[in-house]
């Protein structure tokens, strides 16, 4: 069937047409559509992303590709994931305002999301990389990561919701299946997707796809990742899905969101701390030029999950309509007591899980099929397989030594042996 | 909107002139519909049963009704609830051929299920009351768990398949209400709908209800329950929904079925052969004259978990298609020492959720909404009441004993002394 809606992917003469018939859109842009200037920017592996700039102000466009960019048309990608980032986002910008970029309009036949321009921000990955300490990042992404998992869980609100939730994002299949097969279960078998720096490197695929324990550990959080329906999760939470200056911060993309284990979230924000830890001595001009950046970084790990916990249990313990641990059921001191051990041992879990997700989102992007530009934009092969070496060490002990580590300090210390 | 198909509660002409438009049913049936006998006979909690006989045979119709039957119309239930038990009962019947009744026909906006008609069968409950013994029911339970268990999840197939499952179930949110309310949370709570053995057992009551330990591991259950999407669970598995034989065992009822922890579905079984355990000292004519059929009961308790535990284990360690724990992943004999320890540590898990939940189900038996006939039918309250007594101490272990328990010997060995 053939509409005058029908997808079609835009190129910017069609997208400035589109953007014509919006009113509000158009407001935003000001002038006429001969005025506006469109630029494709998208560098990402799925989408097209286009900036569009008017006389009065700016804005992006995202639209989903009927097929994977980062592969080609041979493999297919439904457009509907359009779908579950524009009700992700939804959901994000009530928990935590400000940290999303705004949504002007949503087309779900064009797989079309109009939101805010953000401008200067700058990806973060780009920004670690350049050795830019960004001083609001670990708060604004702490309290991004507690309101979004706290508030989209049981533990905020009525079952029902929750269900609702469960239901909705379900539908989210195809995109669930790319981290599936490719976090969980390519970067330990040969898969002919897979790549990594070689010959460097050929020994340690080989190791880790050898790795028994490994292997299971993997597969076991694989099983998490398909059953634990704990929260709306971003679902892609690395450092190319931040964008921000030093004075604000948004996440971005959602389209891998579903109602999963909270920790994978997490996870990716600390795993990708790790990888540009490591990377540092792929861009630093001379050995030790980036040690203060280096401290920086791990200090933001610290600081990402102890104000993520601190949040997330305050978030908790004010709550008085989660459906899972009734509030009014916790009455003397002795049941606030038995319920604050409870919410430590829950913490606890959380931890472990994001250590462990957090390793294998680390090991993924050095032997799986994507990689990250914080390794790949380093040129020497010999050099650039020095730090994913490290990397591969320090997410083989998250994952593996997830329930021995202290706490988040005993992360770091061993972090930094393994990358000595 | 009223049409000729609305839904109406029938009787039993209305019922006839239903079946009579169906060939297959009529033809099973025999005769006229004149000929035909219909009896209601629904002795449940919530819904119309009907047993249909004619000269060639006889059925069973399940009709919902749009609130509970056991409270009244002053709480509403959705009728949908009977879409959920009949796609319940087509899973079911594929990985457990013979262990439900044969569907014959459904009736989406009549809320109405046509099925098997089982005779000589009775329901468990009433056998356990007098003292039968089942020599088939522990194996066919035990199989009926693994199949349906194992073969819903993703252990066993494609994630998508799962997700597909998940979606479906996800809606029929009152019924799991109904179950996150009276089991995990209203026994340890003053709740108008309550009901215990008084004044027997009034100092139990509030000693349940100021139990700080025992109300958080309730609460912590209720939000595995609500989080923990791992199969489709029958959701409702006590003795009630067994009909059985000396030869043939039957699951009946699934409406409360959803995509939930395995462990509620095995604990069901466990907790309710306890409390018929502690019910036959009300029913023996003299004391110790049910001795060995206590003993019995006991080693049901163990044939079903060790039968469970077996055959599920043979279930996954044959699987090929789950998409967690990729099978093609473990190719070295160490592979397989990994992943059989992580088989082991996973059924471990799975032990320890069945007794949790068991217990609470047992609990909420004698102090919460609906009791048992294996103990409402003791008459002389002060007999009822020390039974009572035994099943909540043993309920109270197995929700906070959980992880301490060898093995399952071990946890009949605690029930005798907790009985003695």
């Known amino acids: 069937m053939t509409t005058a809606t029908a997808y079609a992917a835009v190129d910017g003469a069609k997208l400035s ?9 158009s407001a935003r842009l000001g002038g006429k ?35 994977v960019r980062l592969v080609g048309e041979s493999w297919p990608l439904p457009l509907e994931r359009s779908w579950y980032e524009y009700n992700a986002l939804v959901e994000q910008s009530r928990y935590a305002p400000g940290l999303t970029p705004e949504i002007f309009h949503f087309d779900r036949e064009q797989a079309m999301i109009v939101m805010e321009y953000l401008s200067p921000h700058i990806i973060m990955r780009k920004g670690l990389i350049r050795g830019i300490e960004y001083p609001r990042f670990a708060a604004d992404i702490a309290e991004f990561l507690a309101q979004t998992l706290f508030n989209t869980s049981a533990l905020a609100g ?59 550990a993997a597969q076991a959080r694989k099983y998490q990742f398909l059953t634990a329906a704990q929260a709306l999760i971003h679902g892609d939470l690395h450092t190319g899905s931040i964008m921000l200056t030093s004075e604000d911060t948004r996440v971005i993309d959602p389209e891998f969101s579903f109602i999963g284990p909270m920790g994978f979230d997490v996870g990716a924000v600390i795993g990708n701390l790790f990888i540009a830890y490591c990377a540092q001595e792929g861009h630093e001009p001379s ?17 990402v999950w102890n104000g993520f916990h601190d949040r997330f249990l305050a978030l908790w313990r004010q709550a008085k309509a989660g459906e899972a641990y009734v509030a009014s059921l916790i009455a003397s001191p002795q049941d606030e007591t038995a319920m604050e051990s409870e919410r430590m041992r829950f913490m606890r879990t959380l931890f472990e899980d994001s250590l462990a997700f957090g390793g294998l ?37 998250l994952v593996l030594r997830a329930a021995a580590f202290r706490d988040i300090a005993d992360v770091i210390a061993a972090a930094k042996i393994l990358a000595a």
Chains 1, 2 share one sequence.
């Not at 992006?60 to 009927?66: D, F, G, S, T």
Request: a neutral charge.
């Open 287 to 303: 050995p030790g030029a980036r040690d203060a950046y280096r401290a920086w970084i791990l200090n933001q790990v610290a600081a």
């Open 33 to 67: 559509p001969n005025d506006w200037r469109v630029r494709e920017v998208g560098d990402g592996n799925l989408n097209l992303v286009f900036i569009v700039e008017g006389p009065a102000g700016g804005l992006v466009v995202k639209q989903a590709l009927p097929y």
């Open 17 to 25: 047409s589109i953007l014509a018939t919006l009113p509000d859109v």
């Open 361 to 397: 989102k680390m090991i993924r992007r050095i032997l799986g099929l994507a990689h990250t530009e914080d390794l790949e934009s380093i040129a020497d092969p010999d050099r650039r397989a020095i730090c994913e070496r490290k990397a591969l060490q320090i997410g083989r002990a």
């Open 158 to 216: 009525p079952a029902a919701d929750h269900k609702r939730r469960v239901k909705l994002f379900a539908s989210n299949i195809e995109l669930c299946r790319i981290t599936e097969d490719l976090v969980f279960t390519d970067p330990y078998r040969e898969a002919p997707l897979n790549r990594w720096t070689s010959p460097q490197l050929d020994a340690d695929k080989r190791a880790f796809e050898n790795d028994s324990a490994l292997k299971v």
